[in-house]
């Protein structure tokens, strides 16, 4: 669906984004994590047709994106920053999206503003911050988009209507394979909708795969050896790890069974091997904690 090769986008003397590879698949639901300054926005951007490639291709379904009025209707894009007519009531949004976008789905709007307390003769000024973004999402949700963009999409909102916005969300990927791309700080709530997750830093793709090979690749060791932190296993890739007494707790990459296999094969007499969360994964394969408060 997604096809990104080479991808560098400059600021002045910055690089946004140097040489960046990434792949999306149709169907799927990709979530973009990494730091602050990382590129996330920058490369949604492209996506979008919004910015210009100072350099490499950003495909959708084989065709570049940027100033490509036929392939730009088939996306959808919610910015962190969105922005409305000052003087627009909410259905007057809806008419305008309505006129522009061939696929607008006017009654699937309607029952999304139902369903979300959005009053169509409503000044949109007047609705709060998180409304504001319920309202945006819902407006490319009612677009029938093949490609959704979303920019930290569940930031303001109350968790009864974050499980709604990521139930219509996953209700439109599996009845119409709608791919979406999503770039979230909240890496909990990616964890539970994501099947792929690219990990990204400084301009550049870290880390892409499924989120089952991802989590699958990265355990938790707890393990204590007869003569207690003496011994410092081997072989192993260690990205962190900690020793209190006796037992040690280390974060490796690699299998569960492999970790635990090479534990107990250089005479380890507790081992307890543990999955890492998705944010822990973050963390530590972005080179440790001075990354967690960002």
Not at 45 to 55: I, N, S, T
Not at 70 to 99: C, T
Not at 153 to 182: C, I, N, Q, T
């Amino acid at each position: 669906m997604i096809e990104i090769k080479g991808l560098v986008k400059a600021f002045g003397p910055v690089r946004a984004l140097d040489g960046l590879f990434m792949h999306v698949e149709r169907g799927s639901i990709y979530g973009l994590v990494g730091p602050n300054g990382a590129g996330k926005t920058t490369v949604l951007q492209h996506v979008a047709g919004v910015m210009r490639p100072d350099e490499g291709e950003v495909l959708v379904d084989g065709e570049a994106v940027f100033e490509q009025p036929e392939v730009k209707e088939r996306i959808a894009y919610v910015p962190s920053d969105f922005w409305f007519f000052r003087q627009a009531r909410v259905g007057d949004m809806k008419e305008l999206h309505a006129s522009v976008l061939p696929r607008f789905d006017g009654a699937y709007f309607d029952s999304l503003a139902d369903e979300f307390s959005l009053d169509q003769q409503r000044g949109v000024r007047t609705l709060s911050k998180g409304m504001q973004k319920q309202l945006a999402i819902c407006l490319a949700l009612a677009a029938r988009p093949d490609l959704l963009l979303l920019d930290e999409p569940l930031d303001g909102l109350d968790p009864a209507v974050r499980r709604s916005v990521l139930r219509h969300v996953m209700d439109e990927v599996a009845s119409r394979e709608m791919s979406v791309l999503v770039s979230s700080h909240n890496l909990r709530e990616l964890a539970d909708v994501c099947d792929h997750v690219g990990i990204m830093d400084a301009g550049r793709m870290v880390l892409e795969r499924s989120l089952e090979d991802l989590q699958g690749g990265f355990v938790k060791a707890q393990v204590s050896f007869a003569d207690g932190a003496n011994t410092v296993p081997t072989g192993l890739d260690v990205l962190h790890e900690e020793v209190q007494g006796r037992l040690r707790t280390m974060v490796v990459r690699g299998d569960a069974a492999s970790v635990e296999q090479a534990l107990e094969q250089q005479g380890a007499t507790f081992v307890n091997v543990l999955p890492l969360s998705l944010e822990e994964i973050f963390i530590y394969e972005l080179g440790g904690a001075h990354h967690e408060g960002r």
